[in-house]
């Protein structure tokens, strides 16, 4: 089984693009997601998150603008967080990885990849980008999000242009989206063992 991480900065389309490897027939683990369920009413992490960081959960789960508003910008902090969430999330993925293992090629669409070393985890590595324009006006047209918020959150990120010089795949997506299916496409094709015909 081949393992590729797939990674890229804040808007820069990663969700699209892992849908489009599913669409392809790629078993996707969804960090980001899995978080989300963690996170959810109910979810496995919420009471101890209320412990560290009282008044930033409800019986809906954590409220994630509240949790880091607290967290960004906070060193301390955002370590307290991770090494909440961290552990949980691998549990998750290993889980994803048991389940699917007869797949021929599985993606981990893992959000800070490099930044807290999963790199080493895959054999192969994507990097989804787009140009900082569009990157910028994406982000900054989500809810609730602000300038100042956008800076600290890329602070906290590897620059594009070394993520790109660190992978074995770009898959851009500045342009149309049959552009970017396509590099998809390719990648599937190059990382699938080859069938006799």
Request: with cysteine.
């Amino acid at each position: 089984m081949i393992v590729l991480g797939l990674t890229g900065s804040i808007g820069m389309g990663k969700s699209t693009v892992a849908r489009m490897f599913k669409e392809e027939g790629v078993p996707v683990f969804d960090a980001d997601a899995a978080v989300h369920r963690l996170q959810g009413a109910e979810g496995a992490l919420v009471q101890e998150i209320e412990a560290h960081f009282p008044g930033t959960t409800s019986h809906q789960g954590v409220d994630r603008t509240s949790l880091a508003e607290r967290v960004l910008g906070d060193d301390e902090a955002l370590q307290r967080l991770e090494a909440l969430i961290h552990p949980a999330v691998a549990r998750e993925k290993q889980a994803f990885l048991e389940q699917n293992r007869g797949s021929p090629l599985v993606v981990l669409d893992i959000p800070l990849l490099f930044e807290k070393g999963g790199h080493s985890q895959v054999n192969k590595i994507a990097v989804v980008s787009a140009p900082a324009d569009i990157q910028c006006a994406r982000v900054l047209a989500r809810p609730g999000m602000t300038k100042q918020k956008f800076e600290k959150i890329l602070a906290l990120q590897l620059p594009d242009a070394e993520k790109r010089a660190r992978a074995d795949f770009v898959i851009p997506t500045g342009g149309s989206i049959e552009e970017t299916k396509a590099s998809v496409r390719r990648i599937v094709a190059c990382l699938s063992p080859a069938t006799d015909s």
